[in-house]
């Protein structure tokens, strides 16, 4: 099924860039150019990658990246 038409990103391309080894919803928008342009499929690719690895969410003013 195309998660991102502008793209044309299907889902088998999000789930084999995330069994190459993507570990993130960027990494997965860097490998296959979902949600690159219009954005509108981020909600359904970002619900496909936390399948497989769980989304960290902080509340603003938190950089995850410093823990």
Partial sequence: MILCHCSKVTDRAIESAL???ASSLEEVRQLTRAGRC???CLPAVAELVSRRIPLRIAPAGVD???E
């Fill in 19 to 21: 069994d190459e080894g």
């Fill in 38 to 40: 219009c954005g509108g």
């Fill in 64 to 66: 995850l990246a410093a």
